[in-house]
């Protein structure tokens, strides 16, 4: 190839290939569809979806190649959401609005071309799920900075839907504005926390003097600006994408490592991946005795289970001074040295989920 028309033809042919093989692996997973209609196997597999790209990533390691590990899984995740929409179209619910980091979340997993339902509140995500209106949904659990999201956990505590995956995913805003210029910029909106996780960008660029105009979301903040040319929004980049707001800086936190953990809910089991993680409630039978939590995470000790977390919170019962407990370990609740535990406290826990472990 000497010329650069050369190299486009080159790239066209090879883009054909590509359609091509796709469209083959598309009438194999119309097939998978079919098996997974008559025996009523579940659609999304994370450990499968992670293991295709684990062994890509090798792969492409191994032979040299250009496309690192990120770049595959941004790649398939998509190619897996096409799939899936083959498969069987189903409906995901989020907390919103569109354009919400949750939003971005699910769409991270999902792809852009599944059927999504934005609703707002937590609660109404879950009943979504449980009365089936939607086969998904995906809800925040935790941050890195502002900790856990007690709402989350007081209906997992008191619902028939299971986890099935989790995600990590950093939380970075951008500075989007139709404005041809940072002078013209009269008024930004955001969420109120945005101006304060974003001061220092503000005072660098001589913004913090501009009006600071709070909103409910940072998808409004998008919706805002991009009816007013002297407005800008500090906002998800999906937000501005949706509403067609150009960015102008991204990433322009204070902090970089801001992560915001995720739940994806449905109704089925994962198998066993061997990279696994579970969530369980534990009500204890004498939670007011002396030592009752220690000598109930010491059974896990004893069968070497590592604790990733535990989180208490009232338990709303009856003793107005009792709590519960939400943990998660590594591991699958069907390995057997789980279910060793498990069905000693059976009637003190309960089951959330078990799932491949999400990278952060």
């Known amino acids: 190839m000497k010329t650069l028309d050369d190299c486009r033809v080159a790239i066209d042919t090879i883009d054909n290939e590509l359609l091509e093989l796709l469209n083959k692996r598309m009438k194999v997973v119309e097939r998978v569809g079919e098996i997974k209609h008559q025996d009523g196997g579940a659609i999304y597999r994370p450990e499968r979806e992670k293991a295709i790209i684990d062994r890509l990533a090798n792969k492409s390691l191994e032979d040299g190649g250009l496309i690192n590990k990120a770049a595959i899984e941004a790649l398939f995740l998509e190619v897996f959401a096409i799939s899936r929409n083959l498969e069987l179209p189903e409906k995901i619910a989020y907390l919103g609005p569109e354009g919400s980091f949750t939003h971005q979340a699910a ?72 404005a041809e210029s940072m002078n013209a910029i009269t008024k930004i909106y955001s969420k109120d926390k945005g101006f304060g996780q974003c001061r220092e960008f503000l005072q660098e660029h001589g913004l913090d003097e501009i009006e600071q105009i709070p909103v409910e979301s940072t998808a409004k903040a998008a919706i805002l600006a991009a009816t007013d040319k002297n407005a800008a929004a500090i906002c998800s980049h999906i937000a501005a994408k949706l509403y067609e707001v150009p960015v102008m800086f991204e990433n322009i936190q204070d902090t970089l490592d801001n992560t915001t953990r995720f739940f994806i809910l449905s109704d089925f089991k994962n198998a066993i991946s061997k990279n696994d993680k579970t969530s369980i409630v534990v009500r204890l039978k004498n939670a007011t005795s002396s030592g009752a939590l220690v000598n109930f995470l ?41 279910k060793k535990v498990t069905e000693q406290h059976a009637n003190e826990l309960t089951w959330l989920g078990s799932y491949v472990k999400g990278e952060h």
Do not use: Q
């Open 107 to 178: 769409e991270s997993r999902f792809g852009a071309m599944s059927d999504y339902l934005s609703l707002n509140s937590i609660y109404s995500v879950f009943k979504s799920v449980e009365a089936g209106r939607a086969k998904f949904g995906v809800v925040p659990i935790e941050n890195s900075r502002d900790g856990v999201v007690g709402e989350t956990l007081d209906f997992l505590a008191n619902t028939t839907v299971k986890i099935v995956a989790e995600l990590y995913m950093p939380i970075h805003v951008t500075f989007a504005t139709k």
């Open 298 to 338: 010491a059974d896990f000790e004893k069968k070497k289970i590592n604790l990733s977390k535990i989180e208490s919170r009232p338990s709303r019962d009856k003793d107005e001074f009792g709590y519960i407990f939400f943990i998660d370990f590594y591991g699958h609740i069907d390995e057997e040295h789980i």
